[in-house]
């Protein structure tokens, strides 16, 4: 598939990146995402300096994904137990 242009703004600077087209959506949703945790970490904290705001932004981002990379395995394993559960009922009645 033939990439396409886009433009995105992130805290105020903007960047041209050529992607896949099913990637537009979800570059764009990350963009805004990021913009708004700046903005709320300028508004929680008060500071203005867009280094130390991306890097607060980033650090929470990275909690996010790490607590959900968390439950996400624990769902698996929840998952795993209760599949040789199943498996280990249906070969009793077998």
Same mark, same amino acid.
């Given at each position: 598939?033939?990439?396409?242009?886009?433009?995105?703004?992130?805290?105020?600077?903007?960047?041209?990146?050529?992607?896949?087209p099913?990637?537009?959506?979800f570059?764009?949703? $990350?963009a805004? &995402? +990021?913009?708004? #945790?700046? *903005?709320?970490?300028?508004? =929680?904290?008060?500071?203005?300096?867009?280094?130390? !705001?991306?890097?607060?932004?980033?650090?929470?981002? $990275?909690?996010? &994904? +790490?607590?959900? #990379?968390? *439950?996400?395995?624990l769902? =698996?394993?929840?998952?795993?137990?209760?599949?040789? !559960?199943?498996?280990?009922?249906?070969?009793?009645?077998?």
């Amino acid at each position: 598939m033939e990439k396409i242009n886009i433009n995105l703004t992130i805290s105020g600077k903007n960047y041209s990146l050529r992607v896949d087209p099913e990637e537009e959506g979800f570059l764009r949703a $990350a963009a805004e &995402f +990021l913009n708004s #945790k700046l *903005e709320e970490k300028q508004d =929680q904290t008060g500071i203005r300096n867009v280094q130390d !705001l991306l890097t607060m932004a980033a650090f929470d981002i $990275a909690v996010a &994904f +790490l607590k959900l #990379k968390d *439950e996400n395995e624990l769902a =698996q394993q929840k998952m795993h137990e209760i599949n040789s !559960l199943i498996v280990e009922k249906l070969r009793k009645a077998e």
